[in-house]
């Protein structure tokens, strides 16, 4: 089982970046994204639920990420817009197989690699 993340990198502040996240070996119900900015506890930022078609957002990234996925290749992505220096973090891919209505109850069995997003101001 592998998730695997891609499309980190720099970017300015009001910039916009978009993350990928493959599976393989498996398919998963959930799938989402956490990030960790330095000296800070992993957060949730957005999850997908497959079966329901249900997205979920954390608070601070409501209105300006945007999670989807393509099924058929058991990849999700995350569009970042107007970045702030606060998005600034390694985000990780992570994935359940549980099947949940509330998206609040997601919790990740299987991570990925995280990739690095720097916004600067």
């Known amino acids: 089982v592998q998730l695997q993340a891609s499309g980190g990198g720099l970017v300015q502040a009001g910039g916009s970046l978009k993350l990928s996240c493959a599976a393989s070996?498996?398919?998963?119900?959930?799938m989402g994204w956490y990030r960790q900015a330095p000296g800070k506890e992993r957060e949730f930022v957005a999850a997908l639920s497959w079966r329901f078609g249900r997205t979920s957002y954390a608070d601070s990234v409501k209105g300006r990420f945007i999670i989807s996925g393509d099924n058929a290749k058991n990849t999700i992505y995350l569009e970042m817009n107007n970045l702030q220096p606060e998005d600034t973090a390694v985000y990780y891919c992570?994935?359940?197989?549980?099947?949940?209505?509330?998206?609040?109850?997601?919790?990740?069995?299987?991570w990925g690699q995280g990739t690095l997003v720097t916004v600067s101001s």
């Open positions: 070996g498996r398919t998963f119900n959930i």
């Open positions: 992570a994935a359940e197989g549980g099947i949940k209505l509330n998206l609040s109850a997601f919790r990740p069995a299987s």
